[in-house]
């Protein structure tokens, strides 16, 4: 069935100018229900002197004051809410490290477009109504098992709703019923590899598995080599944020370099963290988005604290939507080492990148004096070196010469045996603070 590909490619292939025009009426309109009707932002336009008269193209976007999570958190549980309630059909909660929860809320319609957006995603991965998906992403109030249900149902494809954890039964099913595409996190996706290679299979052979749907964390081209090589031919990225939607706000598309946000739904901006000054395409900072077509909760420019740079070039693929570089990490993650700024994500990168070492690593932040520190441990592959003493310096001296090339910061690196680092079945915890305890 062609007309699956040809029902998305209108929208999708619309030209850039048709899009700006769409986006300016969606902004205006968003701002001026946000000014009638909902108190907190109509205030807060108010007191930054912004009229939706004055919205008149897409850069007055910057007159707007800035959206954060303490937003959403001062007017828990539904302060932001700008329908009547009884429009509202779904709550997500979002479980806040610190503080209140966050709660989203949508409407019959904000979850038909959220459902088109995940299939727009899922199509552009490849995946067709033939497929049959695996969906191990959390359902419940976490928004990222539903949100690619939706869009696998959509499409047509079989779902599997198998939710996370519980690996073996998860490999049992791709077994079993031919599944051809996996839904995770990629965190989960490599630890998945791993006990499928413990039990005795061999993912290319005794499995089906085409595509991979991996987002809700950080992940670098290196993983992206290692679920090639261990699990599936073809690894995408998918982005979103719960306070967005949830799964879907953006995805790969076969070119593989930047992620498509879909423009008719989202402005996306890159901002300064620092000042929050507007900064121009290919500059990295920190990803801004304004929902400009939800009816439910709409967030005028939103800090979503994650890293990336904005791409405007046009895609080889014929999408017209502006790209987003993969997100680097959280601003809140970047650690601050001797004066070198790191993002967990780039140890990663480059751990996986050596031959010899597991999937499973750790950092672990101390306290040297006044500053911080850093040291790595990561499993060593089963059978990757000898236990002769002198190998295993060799790879450890091999490791942190490699993270010191990239990052231009002495880590000590700790090797430890394969199964000894905890695995996790949902997003990955690498990071562990110590620096209140020292
Ligand atoms: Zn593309």
Redesign the pocket.
Same mark, same amino acid.
């Given at each position: 069935m062609e007309s699956q590909t040809s029902f998305y490619s209108d929208i999708e292939r619309i030209n850039r100018k048709e899009l700006e025009d769409l986006q300016l009426k969606k902004l205006r309109s968003t701002v001026e229900s946000l000014y009638d009707k909902n108190p907190y932002f109509g205030r807060k336009l108010r007191q930054a002197q912004v009229k939706p008269s004055d919205i008149n193209k897409l850069e007055d976007l910057s007159k707007i004051p800035f959206t954060t999570k303490d937003d959403l958190r001062i007017n828990y549980p539904t302060g932001l809410i700008n329908v009547e309630m009884d429009k509202v059909v779904r709550f997500h909660v979002s479980s806040g490290t610190t503080g209140d929860p966050t709660v989203v809320a949508y409407t019959k319609y904000d979850i038909d477009k959220w459902s088109e957006l995940n299939a727009r995603c899922l199509n552009?991965m490849g995946v067709k109504k033939e497929d049959v998906i695996q969906i191990a992403y959390g359902y419940g109030l976490f928004t990222g098992g539903l949100g690619i249900h939706y869009g696998a149902e959509r499409l047509g494809a079989a779902i599997i709703p198998s939710s996370a954890g519980n690996t073996k039964r998860q490999i049992k099913l791709m077994k079993d019923m031919g599944v051809t595409v996996l839904a995770c996190t990629p965190s989960y996706a490599l630890y998945i590899a791993e006990t499928i290679i413990q039990e005795g299979l061999n993912p290319k052979k005794d499995l089906k598995l085409r595509i991979g749907v991996f987002g809700a964390e950080p992940w670098s081209e290196s993983v992206r080599k290692r679920l090639m090589d261990n699990l599936l031919p073809e690894p995408y990225d998918i982005y979103g944020l719960s306070e967005l939607c949830g799964p879907g706000v953006a995805a790969?598309? &076969?070119?593989k370099?930047?992620l &498509?946000i879909w423009a008719d739904h989202f402005i996306a901006e890159i901002i300064d963290p620092k000042t929050g000054e507007v900064l121009g395409p290919d500059e990295e900072g920190e990803l801004v988005v304004t929902t400009i077509d939800k009816e439910a909760m709409p967030l005028l420019r939103y800090r979503t604290r994650d890293v990336s740079c904005l791409n405007l070039e046009p895609?080889?693929?014929?999408?017209t939507?502006p790209?987003i570089s993969r997100i680097k990490g959280r601003n809140d993650d970047m650690l601050k080492i001797r004066g070198v700024n790191v993002f967990p994500s780039q140890i990663e990168y480059v751990l996986a990148r050596i031959e010899e070492l597991g999937d499973q690593y750790q950092i672990i932040l101390t306290k040297s004096g006044p500053l911080d520190d850093l040291k790595v441990k990561v499993e060593v592959k089963p059978n990757a070196v000898s236990d002769k003493p002198w190998d295993i310096i060799q790879l450890k001296k091999k490791v942190e010469n490699e993270i010191y090339s990239v990052l231009n910061l002495h880590v000590e690196v700790d090797l430890v045996e394969p199964g000894s680092l905890p695995r996790s079945e949902g997003k990955a915890k690498r990071v562990l603070d110590l620096r209140g305890l020292s």
């Open positions: 552009m790969e598309c &076969h070119i370099d930047g &498509h895609c080889p693929c014929g999408r939507h790209k």
